[in-house]
């Protein structure tokens, strides 16, 4: 594709996803006009893990220098029973993760990958961004041409362009433009979050380090780890739980967090002490089998077209990875032939992202088990050199995504 065109990429959702596709188009030359419903962009979120198929792109776009004063790498993930805190696994990750695979892996808040991505595209002339702007529906006006309908300062207004990348989140407006009746399906499952100070009494003999920890238990899992050089700490704990709305924050009882910390150890058990101080995130997932293109001039990534669970903590890093090859296909494509680019596109990312989410849900079975089950487990990881653990994350961390 020519760059150069008169016509921008317009994108709407300005998250991971959609930040990251600023900077990927911005970077092949490309004009790109962002669209963000919220009037700004808000501070929300908790920790992400940012594993190195994910910074390796930063690192290309120009932005990981960037965020790594804001993010710590981990030495290690360790996995731990919960009721004694006994070591199960370990996987070295630190300079070990970055000499195996190409890229460093970090741990951050969200806030800050966004607020590094949103500097980035601030100082990127080609990239223009519009906050309480709400892109409402698109239809194609011709070949590479499409005309978004986007609510602006309570006023409809009509902008045209090449491509509409549609990067709004898991309660997709866009999605619903190629794929009726596809709302994001509920798992049934919480996520309890909180930043807790890495000074508090509860976190200093936890954690004496920097590593990822995660405690394993029937049916309840919780992961911690650093953020911010270290001065705070991310905890997330997974309960079952209902959403009650759309919304990826929502107030609920957290009397499941409170009895699942129960039967852990009491270092652990201590974090229930103040409950409130948690946030509750409703897990949904979208079908990632349902089309995410339409023709040369639509596309969704991200949350957007295939949220998946977090237990491979792969939700922003497959966002990263969707927005630099979309990036890539679209550039590398002859100007009549956009339709298949995408498709082939869409195809393979498929294929990737199902694996990724088998995965997730190989990790939700595993960490969660009971029982015989858990005494296999845990016989297994024991007998299981951390080297060997490793080995089992080169598909993953290892994946170059401009290669596939
Ligand atoms: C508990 C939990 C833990 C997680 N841990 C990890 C982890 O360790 N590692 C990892 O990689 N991922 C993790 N994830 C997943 C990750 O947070 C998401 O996958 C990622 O943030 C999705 O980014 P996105 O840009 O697609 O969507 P979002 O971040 O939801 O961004 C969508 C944006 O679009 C805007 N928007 C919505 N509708 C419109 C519209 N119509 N017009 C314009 N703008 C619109 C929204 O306001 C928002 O700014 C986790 C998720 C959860 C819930």
Not at 210 to 223: D, R, S
Not at 305 to 310: D, F, L, S
Request: hydrophobic share 45%; proline share 6%.
């Amino acid at each position: 594709m020519e760059a150069g065109q008169t016509s921008p990429i317009i994108v709407a959702g300005a998250g991971i996803a959609g930040l990251t596709a600023a900077l990927a188009f911005a970077a092949r030359g490309f004009d790109v006009q962002v669209f963000e419903r919220s009037p700004e962009l808000r501070q929300v979120g908790a920790g992400l893990q940012l594993s190195p198929n994910a910074t390796r792109l930063l690192d290309r776009l120009g932005v990981l220098a960037g965020l790594k004063p804001f993010a710590v790498q981990p030495p290690a993930i360790v996995l731990r029973n919960a009721s004694d805190l006994r070591e199960l696994a370990r996987v070295p990750l630190g300079q070990m993760a970055e000499d195996r695979w190409g890229a460093p892996y970090l741990v951050v808040h969200r806030a800050d990958l966004q607020g590094t991505l949103l500097a980035a595209a601030n100082r990127t002339p080609t990239i223009s961004l519009a906050t309480d702007s709400d892109v409402e529906a698109f239809q194609s006006v011709g070949p590479g041409n499409l005309a978004a309908t986007v609510r602006t300062e309570g006023q409809r207004r009509r902008y045209e362009g090449a491509l509409l990348v549609g990067a709004d989140g898991v309660w997709s407006t866009l999605r619903k433009g190629i794929v009726s009746g596809l709302p994001a399906r509920s798992t049934g499952l919480m996520a309890w979050r909180r930043t807790i100070s890495a000074d508090s009494p509860l976190i200093r003999n936890l954690f004496p380090d920097l590593t990822v920890n995660a405690f394993l238990h029937p049916g309840f899992h919780l992961v911690a780890y650093p953020l911010r050089g270290g001065s705070e700490f991310n905890l997330v704990a997974f309960t079952s739980g209902q959403a009650r709305g759309e919304d990826w924050r929502v107030a609920a009882d957290a009397a499941p967090l409170r009895k699942a910390l129960g039967e852990t150890a009491s270092p652990l058990a201590a974090l229930a002490a103040d409950a409130e101080a948690w946030t509750a995130w409703p897990i949904h997932t979208v079908d990632p089998a349902r089309p995410w293109v339409q023709g040369g001039d639509f596309a969704l990534i991200g949350d957007a077209a295939h949220a998946m669970t977090p237990f491979a903590a792969q939700g922003a890093a497959m966002a990263i990875e969707d927005a630099w090859s979309l990036a890539d296909a679209y550039d590398a494509s002859p100007p009549n032939g956009l339709a298949s680019s995408l498709a082939a596109w869409e195809q393979t990312r498929r294929l990737r992202i199902q694996k990724v989410a088998r995965r997730g849900a190989f990790n939700r079975f595993v960490w969660h088990a009971a029982g015989p089950v858990a005494l296999a487990r845990n016989l297994v990881l024991a007998a299981r050199p951390a080297k060997s653990l490793a080995t089992d994350m080169d598909w993953l961390y290892g994946h170059d995504v401009s290669s596939s």
